[in-house]
Structure formats: C-alpha cells, structure tokens
C-alpha cells in the first residue's frame, strides 16, 4: 500500500456501567492518566502515520467533535444518533461509516486503554497482502471475562467459527481487543447485506460477519501481550489512575 490506512474509533456507546460518570461527558472522554481516552487512541495512530480518522458518535455527540486533538490528523464523523436516533451496533456502524474508509482499515473501540499497542504499517502491509477480511489482536482474558470470546487455533486456521466452541473445547480462548485490521470486502456480499453507507440504520453486530469468515478460513488473529484495559467500570478507571 502506497500510503496509511484510515482508522475507525468507535464512540457512539452509551457508556451505561459507567454511569453518573458518563451522565455528562462521553465514555471516550473519561480521563486516565491526564488524557482522555480518545486522546491516547489518536496520538498512538498519529504516531503510526495515519493520517484519516473516522469516528462514530451517538451519546453527546458535540463533546466528542468539540474535543482537541492532535494536529495533523483529519477527522470525519458518523453522526449514527444524530441520523438514526441510535447507535447502530459495530457491523451497522462501521457499514454507515464505510464511504469515509479506505480498501483496508483499522478499528478498536475508543473506550478501551492500550497505551502501548502500535498501528503497525507492517502489520497493515502484511494484512493488505494477505486474502484474509480480517484480521484481529487478542488477549490474555481479564477478570470480568474469563471464558474469552475466541479460540486462538480456530481464528488463525478458520476450520470452526471460534464462537461457536464449546465450553469444553481443549484449544484456549481469549478476548477480543476490540482491535482489528478489516477489508472493506467484509462488509459487502456475502458476508453483509447492509448496503454502503447503511442508507437505512440498519443495527447489525460484528460477530456473524467474524463467524461466516472464519467458516471460509478468511480471519487471522495473534496475541497482543502489552497493557490492555476495557474501562467498563468506575472502578477501573480509579485502578487505572491510581
């Protein structure tokens, strides 16, 4: 590829575990460490040399567009609250959003710290070189999630959908970062029937898309060890800046 990926940021959560603290400020814009948590996310992409960043929005929008950000990057927004009423999932939101991205493109969740994750170009080139639609970064499963939501093996390989395992499979699982490489080829037929640009906010969740994929062998997957943190709570937020 002859020039950075677009990235997708995905904020239009309502943030409800988090609540009197989202009551008035956007779960993404929740602090920790001095910057908020969109403030983290941008400066690791700019950092990578993306330049175009797409972020969906519902819950107070305004705060989210009104809030600074590092100079140099171009930053579009879905506007999924404002158009629809409603947030749209992560298929429909980032289907909504797919006229703003490019061939290839990165997407994680803005509500999740992962202060030394990096937008690798290699792991764009590899990707972008590679047939896969795919391609997401695991982790070791936190507290709250101790069963994980993938089988490792089945993931990289693609001969069973990993969400389909069960609970007694032998192959480890792990959870989802919410970090991920896609191809817009994924969100098309026959993987997704929403049509570009989800003329009509159609809400529609990511993993049957993952699950067909991974019917076909077409997602990858590798283990990210470096910090990670879903900042689902407010007792998270206070271990963080503690």
């Not at 400020?25 to 908020?36: D, F, H």
Request: with cysteine; charged share 20%.
């Amino acid at each position: 590829m002859s020039s950075p990926a677009t990235a997708m940021l995905l904020a239009a959560g309502r943030g409800e575990r988090m609540r009197p603290l989202t009551d008035g400020c956007p779960k993404p814009l929740l602090k920790v460490q001095g910057k908020s948590l969109l403030q983290w996310h941008l400066e690791a992409l700019q950092c990578s040399g993306t330049r175009q960043v797409v972020i969906n929005t519902d819950w107070l929008a305004d705060h989210i567009v009104q809030a600074p950000h590092p100079a140099g990057l171009h930053l579009r927004y879905s506007h999924e609250g404002h158009d629809f009423g409603g947030a749209l999932e992560t298929a429909g939101g980032i289907a909504r959003a797919l006229p703003l991205l490019d061939a290839v493109f990165w997407v994680l969740a803005a509500d999740v710290f992962t202060p030394g994750f990096e937008f690798s170009p290699s792991a764009l080139e590899r990707f972008a070189a590679s047939d896969k639609l795919a391609h997401l970064w695991l982790v070791r499963n936190p507290a709250h999630n101790p069963a994980g939501d993938f089988g490792l093996q089945a993931v990289a390989t693609g001969p069973a959908p990993a969400l389909n395992l069960a609970k007694d499979d032998p192959r480890p699982r792990f959870t989802f970062s919410t970090i991920g490489l896609y191809r817009r080829a994924l969100f098309a037929p026959p993987w997704c029937d929403i049509a570009p640009g989800n003329p009509q906010g159609i809400k529609a969740a990511l993993a049957p898309l993952l699950r067909r994929a991974m019917d076909q062998g077409r997602v990858s997957a590798e283990l990210y060890h470096g910090p990670w943190t879903d900042v689902g709570t407010p007792q998270r937020l206070v271990e963080l800046n503690a």
